[in-house]
Each structure stands twice: as structure tokens, then as C-alpha cells.
């Protein structure tokens, strides 16, 4: 079955700070992987998404996110977090029919100013 | 920009009673779609529909019914509401063009039951 699993439930960090939030997937086909971002009281919003060519994806607010297929990733980065980078951050991928989107459980950011 | 939007933020209701969560789209998106949003679980879907009148189960179903009469508009429906579905209740809508359509989501129903 498909899934996907977050590493880090809960990350803290200080301004400046580099920031890399793990996502793995499994699922051996062709995959689509997005991040999704919730800022406090805010709908979830889209930060970026892969779906082929370079694995090297970038998003809004300089989050970027690299897809390794040999390893099943798809980690967000940004080299310099901000307060206002405080929310919850979830990976996703695509089901194998294309319908419906499969969540991982969220990692909260916490960034001290 | 898309927007979606859902009937109410915050709903109260109590143990059995029937509830009715809307969610409207003015994007002309065939996709629909239901989670529910619970800390540590993250989001898990509940129902999807890809046309008017057609749905789909999604992981949760068990409690919920949908409804889709109108292509902007899709309803979640719990017959007989339960502590256990005290949630937030987000909706999210997208386009049928293939692998590369985004969901976009409403702001969530945050939903109590008493």
C-alpha cells in the first residue's frame, strides 16, 4: 500500500537557522509529490510540487524540495528560516489512481525569533 | 485565484444529531474532496467525487455520507454525529487535467461533538 511517513513531529529552531524536514514515500511506480504548508489559523496552501524532470523543485518563499528516487525521498529545505516560517508542513503523494492525495502526519515548525 | 470555501468555522453539535458540512468552489472543478484533519494523524480522506452525482470512498469512510448535486458545491453528511468525529473537516477541490492538477483547500470546519 502506498503511504507516506514524516520523520520529525515536532521541529524547533532559531531564525537563520537551515531547515530540512524529511519525507519517504512508499510506492515503486511513477510518482507525484507535493508539500503543503499550514501557517495558524490559515488553510493549507501548496509550497511545491514534483511530477517529472528535475529533482530539484522550487517553491514559494525560498522552500525548495529535492526528490531522491533511489531513496524514496522527498525532503523540504530552505537555507534560512524566518519567523513567519512557524506552521505545519505536510507531504504528500498522488495515489496510484491518481485521485486523491496521500498524506503524511505533519511536522510542526517552530521558529524562535 | 481558486477559492473554496466551507459553510461554517466552527460548528457545536451533539451526540446523534444529523450534520451538514457544505463546501463551494467557483473554479468549475470536476474534483472534490473531504479529509479530516487530527493532531498526529494528519490529513485522511474520507470521500471524493470526480463528477456531479459520482463518489468515491476514501480511507474513513465509515460514518459519512456525501452528497454532490451541483458541480461547485459538495456535502458532508454525518447521519448520526459521534464524540469520535470531532475534527476539523477540511475540503479541497481540483481539475481533471491529469497528474499535474493542485488540490486547493477551504479554511476547515473545526466540528465539536458534545
Known amino acids: 500500500a502506498q503511504s507516506v511517513s514524516q520523520h520529525n513531529h515536532h521541529v524547533i529552531l532559531s531564525e537563520a537557522a537551515s531547515l530540512e524536514l524529511g519525507c519517504n514515500y512508499s510506492?515503486?511506480?511513477?510518482?507525484?509529490l507535493f508539500w503543503y504548508v499550514q501557517y495558524p489559523g490559515q488553510h493549507l496552501q501548496l509550497l511545491l510540487k514534483?511530477?517529472?524532470?528535475?529533482?530539484l523543485v522550487k517553491g514559494i518563499k525560498g522552500f525548495e524540495a529535492e526528490f531522491i528516487k533511489s531513496k524514496f525521498s522527498f525532503n523540504l529545505r530552505k537555507p534560512s528560516v524566518q519567523w513567519s516560517d512557524t506552521a505545519e508542513y505536510f507531504c504528500?503523494?498522488?495515489?496510484?489512481?491518481?485521485?486523491?492525495?496521500?498524506f503524511g502526519k505533519g511536522t510542526t515548525l517552530s521558529v524562535s525569533s | 485565484d481558486v477559492k473554496v470555501t466551507q459553510s461554517s468555522r466552527y460548528l457545536v453539535k451533539r451526540t446523534g444529531e444529523k450534520v451538514f458540512l457544505e463546501c463551494v468552489q467557483d473554479m468549475d472543478h470536476e474534483n472534490m474532496f473531504w479529509y479530516r484533519q487530527d493532531p498526529g494523524l494528519g490529513l485522511r480522506l474520507i470521500y471524493f467525487s470526480y463528477d456531479v452525482k459520482m463518489k468515491e470512498k476514501g480511507d474513513i469512510p465509515e460514518g459519512y455520507s456525501v452528497s454532490r448535486e451541483k458541480k461547485e458545491r459538495f456535502s458532508l453528511i454525518l447521519e448520526s454525529a459521534s464524540t469520535n468525529q470531532t475534527s476539523m473537516y477540511l475540503c479541497a477541490s481540483s481539475s481533471s487535467g491529469g497528474s499535474t492538477d493542485t488540490q486547493y483547500f477551504g479554511p476547515g470546519t473545526r466540528l465539536t461533538v458534545l
Open positions: 510506492y515503486g511506480g511513477t510518482v507525484n
Open positions: 504528500a503523494l498522488r495515489n496510484q489512481a491518481g485521485t486523491a492525495l496521500i
Open positions: 514534483y511530477f517529472s524532470g528535475d529533482p
